[in-house]
């Protein structure tokens, strides 16, 4: 098969690491080629090489067999390659239409004729049944959909090569297969596409061939057929990974967390709450299953304190906190790793270690009357990178030159470390590695052991049916359905998740 893609000997050098090692990737034409590794191994670097954002210290690439020099994205869209980032790159207050056609706007006169953008994305939306409302804001869509409005930007743009960096890791099952479908359809259509996934079902189900990264080297690369997920873990963190969670016998304590007839009101591309009845006791992990955008990002932050109640009350052990601000919720016992890490969860001008601290800067041993003491920062940082996995030189250096699966890592540290009376963990593995899926779910398995409370909030079924104790589902704002753990498979909670059958929850006194 000719090659589309040939990326031969780049390297790429940050101060302290080595982000691509004399990295060699031959892509051929039509081929659904799956990029996989550890957080930090280097594939958002040389897929951001190809796509010019990004220059390569040394090495050369070629194109359908042509070597070439991109040095701009505006010069691999003119080459006919598109991307999909792991941070979206949208502009939040245009429009979902206006963010597509950004630089191929069709013209009638002087004016844009946006009426004939509309039709031929609507024609690609139906195409390829990928919705999204053309005419609301980004800043009001759910990340789920924030992600099919690139994957419509590519596809408008009429890519013959696109490369989606884990496109997955904020979609739902269903949606999943629905972007796995639109894969295999552009393949029929002659497209090339680079997959970087951590999800291995994915690259077993949809791609043709596998190239493995680790520490900024290629360590493998061959036809998917011959792989398993077994022997694709080996090479990605040279071992076995485990998928069982070692936790004591259930046997819940108190009420940590209680939630009644709550509501939230309705802001726009957000689904409100409506009348929840909640509780999370000490010792438990009730997990919170829901088709994202049905009312989970409301829950969280209705309880973490950044949205106010429209009706109801929130405690906290025993206490009313409805009214609290959320640093004085926090005070009291709340950790929240939020859904939107680069949103809400790190502030990505400051430093590693500022991040780390971010939520005890002010207290005692860090500061004392007003003073910092570095050197116990400093500590306190680099223990917790080494323990949590956080891979970098140094955690005096910016927040931005993580990898994207070390950010998250970085936030879920943070949380953990407050050792919290509950815990809110909003998709707390999105975009982890399988080994750091594997440590994170210990960690929360930890904290409940130790008699605290954790409400997780997750679109990957497998981790829910894994963790939970107790199984909350969320849909259209309400609950509508709680199985203890085992009471019901995939099947039956897919079918609650989708709003095809319900029963009240009202909770247990
Ligand atoms: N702008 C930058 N400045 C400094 N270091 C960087 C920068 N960008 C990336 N790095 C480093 O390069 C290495 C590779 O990062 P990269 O983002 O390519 O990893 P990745 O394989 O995409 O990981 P993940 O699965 O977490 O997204 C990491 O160690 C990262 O910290
Ligand atoms: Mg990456």
Avoid: W
């Amino acid at each position: 098969m000719p090659s589309a893609i040939e990326l031969l000997h780049i390297t790429k050098r940050y101060p302290g690491v080595i982000a691509n090692d004399d990295v060699s990737i031959r892509i051929g034409q039509g081929e659904i080629h799956g990029l996989i590794g550890e957080n930090g191994a280097g594939k958002s670097t040389i897929m951001s090489i190809l796509y010019g954002m990004v220059k390569p210290d040394e090495g050369t690439i070629k194109i359908f067999g042509q070597e070439c020099e991109i040095s701009s994205p505006m010069d691999a869209i003119r080459r006919g390659i598109g991307m999909v980032h792991q941070h979206f790159m949208l502009m939040p207050d245009e429009t979902v239409l206006r963010n597509i056609i950004l630089g191929r706007t069709p013209r009638r006169g002087l004016s844009i004729d946006e009426a004939r953008a509309a039709r031929e994305i609507t024609e690609i939306m139906d195409r390829y049944s990928l919705k999204v409302d053309l005419g609301a804001k980004i800043s009001q869509i759910s990340v789920g959909e924030k992600q099919r409005v690139e994957i419509l930007k590519a596809l408008y743009r009429q890519v013959k090569i696109l490369i989606l960096d884990e496109p997955t890791a904020v979609l739902t099952p269903a949606e999943t297969d629905g972007l796995l479908n639109i894969m295999r359809k552009l393949r029929e259509q002659g497209c090339t596409i680079v997959f970087i996934t951590h999800k291995l079902k994915e690259v077993l189900a949809v791609t043709d061939r596998v190239t493995i990264m680790r520490k900024g080297v290629v360590t493998g690369a061959g036809e998917t057929s011959e792989m398993n997920v077994r022997r694709l873990s080996e090479l990605i963190v040279g071992r076995e990974v485990a998928t069982e969670v070692p936790m004591k016998p259930f046997s819940p304590g108190e009420k940590v967390l209680e939630l009644r007839e709550v509501r939230t009101a309705p802001r726009p591309g957000r689904m409100p709450l409506h009348d929840v009845f909640l509780s999370v006791r000490r010792g438990e992990i009730v997990g919170v299953a829901g088709v994202e955008g049905n009312g989970q990002s409301d829950l969280a932050e209705a309880i973490a304190g950044m949205i106010p109640l429209e009706a109801g009350s929130v405690r906290l052990c025993g206490r009313e906190i409805g009214r609290d601000s959320i640093r004085r919720r926090r005070q009291k016992g709340i950790g929240h790793v939020p859904e939107d890490r680069l949103k809400t969860g790190v502030s990505k001008s400051c430093t590693i270690s500022e991040n780390l601290i971010l939520n005890r800067y002010y207290t005692p041993p860090y500061s004392k009357r007003g003073v910092f003491s570095h050197a116990k920062i400093s500590r306190f940082s680099e223990e917790l990178c080494k323990s949590f996995l956080v891979k970098t030189p140094d955690a005096t250096y910016p927040l931005s030159t993580l990898s994207g699966g070390n950010m998250q890592k970085v936030v879920f540290a943070r949380e953990f470390e407050s050792s919290p009376e509950l815990l809110i963990a909003a998709q707390p593995t999105r975009g982890v590695d399988i080994g750091a899926i594997e440590y994170i779910h210990g960690k929360l398995g930890e904290l409940r052991d130790e008699g605290r409370g954790i409400l997780l909030i997750s679109a990957e079924l497998d981790e829910i049916l894994a963790l939970s104790d107790r199984i909350v589902v969320m849909y259209e704002g309400e609950l509508v359905g709680q199985f203890l753990r085992g009471e019901a498979d995939e099947y039956e909670i897919g079918e609650y998740m989708l709003g095809a059958k319900r029963r009240e929850v009202r909770d247990e006194e």
